[in-house]
T-cell receptor, first 115, second 113 residues
Framework: GAGVSQSPSNKVTEKGKDVELRCDPI?????LYWYRQSLGQGLEFLIY????????KSGLPSDRFSAERTGGSVSTLTIQRTQQEDSAVYLC?????????????FGDGTRLSIL | GDSVTQMEGPVTLSEEAFLTINCTYT??????LFWYVQYPGEGLQLLLK?????DKGSNKGFEATYRKETTSFHLEKGSVQVSDSAVYFC????????????FGKGTRLHILP
């Protein structure tokens, strides 16, 4: 069956440009998560959605980062005025519900390179 | 705050060798513990999990036991294969605390034929 889909798979852009990353979760999954995988930093939690609401946005690295989710499905992560330190792989995950026994299923990620 | 520490890689072993990847955590309460695996060119996959002390998670020949007394969740496999070459991430999840998974930095494993 269809897994978590992220697009684009790769994005190269110039410093200062805005980028938008998209995540299509598994159908029926109410919880959606964004992580960032930076070289040498491991995996970093960014934000979590239950339905369309994000109860905790404190993981977002700066006010240049924002995320939204509509219709309880697709989510977009937007980075404004990109900086070189934003270069990373951005991973999206979804799970059936907010229960520890329900695993988070990950997409293949978007590799973002800021020139 | 909560954190996960795992042994740095890369770890290089010969096929059929015994594998241990150490993972320790710092957390209050009783988090759930996970091992995720990332094969080359693929996304993260859940390998195994344990949700309470003394639970043993197992999958694909890998095992890890939730040890609260030593705050550890070491990953083991008795006989590794070339196809096990991947990056392994230890992680914890605190329920009712915004549900964010906290990952270790990952351990790259190379298995030589």
């Amino acid at each position: 069956g269809a897994g978590v889909s992220q697009s684009p798979s790769n994005k190269v852009t110039e410093k200062g440009k805005d980028v938008e990353l998209r995540c299509d979760p598994i159908s029926g999954h109410t919880a959606l998560y964004w992580y960032r995988q930076s070289l040498g930093q491991g995996l970093e939690f960014l934000i979590y959605f239950q339905g369309n609401s994000a109860p905790d946005k404190s993981g977002l690295p700066s006010d240049r980062f924002s995320a939204e989710r509509t219709g309880g499905s697709v989510s977009t992560l937007t980075i404004q005025r990109t900086q070189q330190e934003d270069s990373a792989v951005y991973l999206c995950a979804s799970s059936y519900s907010r229960v520890a026994n329900q695993p988070q299923h990950f997409g293949d990620g978007t590799r973002l390179s800021i020139l | 705050g909560d954190s996960v520490t795992q042994m740095e890689g890369p770890v290089t072993l010969s096929e059929e060798a015994f594998l241990t990847i150490n993972c320790t955590y710092t957390a209050t309460g009783y988090p759930s513990l996970f091992w995720y695996v990332q094969y080359p060119g693929e996304g993260l996959q859940l390998l195994l999990k344990a949700t309470k002390a003394d639970d043993k998670g197992s999958n694909k020949g890998f095992e890890a036991t939730y040890r609260k007394e030593t705050t550890s969740f070491h990953l083991e496999k008795g006989s590794v294969q070339v196809s096990d070459s991947a990056v392994y991430f230890c992680a914890l999840l605190q329920m009712n605390r915004d549900d964010k998974i906290i990952f270790g930095k990952g351990t790259r494993l190379h298995i030589l034929p």
